[in-house]
């Protein structure tokens, strides 16, 4: 097994193993401006050089210290751990506190929790910008025909009727097809889809619920929305009202 040296403090630690070599990496106890040398080198050189330069062991050390430090979501809780404090079970993450639950249902032979991948702000806003134009198209369809019903534009009940139409059109886009298929026509673009925290479909109540919740998101100068680009689940703030995610399919 080959052995690490590095310098700490202006003076020489080693040797380590590979092993030991790779925990210091994880720690950030080795960065990259750290002189490292092994059996390999010709000489001392800064670790993220070494990295740089393709020396294989060390390359294979950083990118087993970059996997293994990756954030993953507990399919129990929800929240994000690193990958060394968690179990994994298929394809699954578990977080050590939500362990002895799941290792129950697995007992019990009960339906385990899908991992799931949260949509982000951005790809939230392309399937927002999608739905949009769709609606516009419906609303200005709404306003064409009641141009036939309304020939006066000075009609003051036009106006109002009109708005009403649109209101109660909108919400049965977004609340039958996120009840229905538990994604709007956007949202299906995007590869998209609402659920509830446990990864099951949302009800036809619910997608009602959360069409209306969004308004709140919109009144407050948008806030609602982009709070999903903050939030650890990509929550925005209709869905912490109605507890439901957008997830990727």
């Known amino acids: 097994m080959m052995n690490w040296y590095y310098a700490e403090k202006g003076s020489q630690v080693g040797p380590i193993s590979d092993d030991e070599f790779q925990s210091l990496v994880k720690k950030r106890t080795i960065t990259p401006n750290t002189l490292v040398w092994n059996s390999t080198m010709k000489d001392w050189q800064k670790y993220g050089d070494v990295v740089k330069g393709g020396t294989s062991d060390a390359a294979r050390l950083s990118s087993e210290a970059t996997e293994s430090s990756k954030n993953m979501t507990c399919v129990e809780c929800g929240n994000t751990f690193p990958k060394d404090d968690m179990i994994q079970y298929g394809d699954s993450w578990v977080c050590a506190r939500c362990k002895p639950v799941f290792v129950q249902k697995l ?8 991992a799931m991948e949260y949509a982000g702000f951005w790809i939230r806003f392309g399937a ?17 025909a009641a141009g036939f019903v309304w020939i006066s534009a000075s009609n003051p009940s036009r ?9 109660a059109v909108t919400a049965a886009y977004t ?9 709007t026509i956007g949202k299906m673009a995007c590869k998209l889809k609402v659920v509830t925290p446990e990864g099951e479909p949302i009800s036809y109540l619910r997608a009602f619920a959360r069409h209306f919740a969004e308004w709140l998101s919109a ?6 929305y982009i709070m999903a680009a903050f939030d650890e689940q990509k929550r925005s ?7 439901t995610r957008v997830v990727r399919k």
């Open 237 to 243: 703030l209709h869905d912490r009202i109605c507890d």
């Open 219 to 224: 009144l407050i100068l948008f806030i609602g």
């Open 159 to 167: 106006t109002g009727i009109s708005f009403l139409l649109q209101v």
């Open 128 to 144: 927002k910008i999608i739905d949009g134009i769709i609606i516009s198209v419906i609303n200005e369809m709404i306003e064409f």
């Open 107 to 114: 007992k019990e032979g009960v339906n385990l929790p899908v």
């Open 175 to 183: 609340t039958f097809l996120l009840g229905r298929y538990g994604a």
